[in-house]
């Protein structure tokens, strides 16, 4: 079992930046792939980046990249979201997950499979 609690959530103008953190608990040395989703009201969840631990290598969707960048620190075991430039759009509730899967399904397949363990949220809101 991995247990996740993300945190850094709140609220801020567009232009702004957030940085959400995520602390992962429990058997993470099996749980390879790391990600961000992100579901806003009404619309579906949202692939946003994830990292495959063993190596580092990261993706992106589209409409987040160079804005946003995961990165982890493997000491505290802690995942994060530096999320910079932030438009109203980006306004959801943030999801910290975790996944058995192996490196081109995390790095390739972003938002296509199932993550197996997930956190409880945090909410992000962006005004104009």
Known sequence: QVQLVESGG??????????LSCEASGYTYS???????????GK????????????GS?????SVKVRF???????KNKLY??????KPEDTAM????AAYLDFTSCVAGLGRYE???????TQVTVSS
Do not use: H
Request: hydrophobic share 30%; glycine share 14%.
């Open 115 to 121: 993550y197996n363990y997930w956190g409880q949220g």
């Open 81 to 86: 979201l530096q999320m910079n430039s932030l």
């Open 69 to 75: 960048t995961i990165s982890q620190d493997n000491d």
């Open 31 to 41: 749980t390879k792939c790391m990600g961000w989703f992100r579901r806003a009201p």
């Open 94 to 97: 943030y999801y910290c997950a």
């Open 58 to 62: 990261t993706a992106y969707a589209d």
């Open 10 to 19: 709140g609220s801020v103008q567009a232009g702004g930046s957030l940085r």
């Open 44 to 55: 579906e969840r949202e692939g946003v980046a994830s990292i495959y631990t063993g190596g």
